[in-house]
């Protein structure tokens, strides 16, 4: 059975918007986003996998005293780390899809 060439021609786009979201992908994985928290006492890099990859601390802020503040500081600065990593995923995506929004709970493998 052949299909409709309506078909065929969605197939095919279908087939380069995968392409460039695993160009994408790769492309993502090399980019990182950082933050800083506590008036720059500590600085969080993430990457493009949501994932930190740095988080630098300055000296006096370690102090065993004040180990709640500096808690928070690291929970704050790597939760906004993870928001802009994932805040350039999507608009990276954005610019392959054209906006499309993918149906709740349908995630790009590798990407959220």
């Given at each position: 059975m052949k299909l409709p060439p309506q078909f065929q021609q969605m197939m095919k786009e279908i087939q380069k918007m995968q392409k460039k979201l695993e160009e994408?992908?790769?492309?993502?994985?090399?980019?990182?986003?950082?933050?800083?928290?506590?008036?720059?006492?500590?600085?969080?890099?993430?990457?493009?996998?949501?994932?930190?990859?740095?988080?630098?601390?300055?000296?006096?802020?370690?102090?065993?005293?004040?180990?709640?503040?500096?808690?928070?500081?690291?929970?704050?600065?790597?939760?906004e780390a993870l928001k802009r990593a994932k805040e350039m995923v999507e608009e990276e995506l954005s610019k392959i899809t054209g906006g499309l929004k993918f149906p709740g709970g349908f995630n790009i493998p590798g990407l959220f």
């Open positions: 994408t992908q790769k492309q993502l994985e090399e980019k990182t986003v950082t933050v800083q928290v506590g008036g720059g006492m500590v600085t969080v890099t993430a990457n493009g996998k949501q994932e930190i990859i740095s988080i630098q601390i300055e000296k006096e802020l370690i102090n065993p005293e004040e180990k709640e503040m500096l808690e928070d500081l690291i929970i704050a600065g790597v939760n």
